[in-house]
């Protein structure tokens, strides 16, 4: 419930401002998708990449938040939802301190990815990671579906829990068709051009990453 006593203490910097000084908009990858899909790797990857290239960019992990910010929460769907909206709510302040934000979160369900995308509007950007569940199970690093499947574990997305498949996706990250790396250059790629500023010309500040060939 909001608090009649407390007000929003505004100052004298604006979001264009913060952009102009790191050379970049703020812009909040959402990646989604079951887990062992390979949300994880690519923004551990992709983290790695952009910082390489003089950018301004910080990774929010589901597991991570976990441990601190979000370690009073469990696994139901009221709390699932609240675990979104303070993620997003995280990303809403990264982006308007001019940071590019890549989240990764299986937020199972189409509220609430809809729920993230409107408190952090613009510079919302979803992003799919595709594997199905057979493919994730096989991959799992934790053994987490097996544990799952054994009633060890409820409430799992893919197996005790649904997930709802993203419609309309910014980008879909095929990781049964391509590579990590693959996945990564893509990606990079689509984030260099969003986040880019214009010049007074009207031309971007971004040139074409150029990946070396393995």
Known sequence: MKNDNISFHGGKVSRSERYSVLGQKGIAVWMTGLSASGKSTIAVETEKVLVSMGKAVYRLDGDN?????????????EDRFENIRRAAEVCSLFVDAGLIVLASFISPLASMRKLAR???GDGFIEVYVKADPETCEKRDPKGLYKKARAGEITDFTGVTAPYEVPLSPDLVLDTEKYSIDQCVRILVDK??????????????????????QE
């Open 191 to 212: 984030i260099l051009q969003l986040s880019a500023l214009r010049q007074r010309n009207g031309l971007y500040r971004y040139e074409r990453h150029k990946f070396r």
């Open 65 to 77: 938040l976990r441990h601190g910010l979000n370690s009073d929460l469990g696994f139901s769907e």
């Open 118 to 120: 409107e408190k952090i």
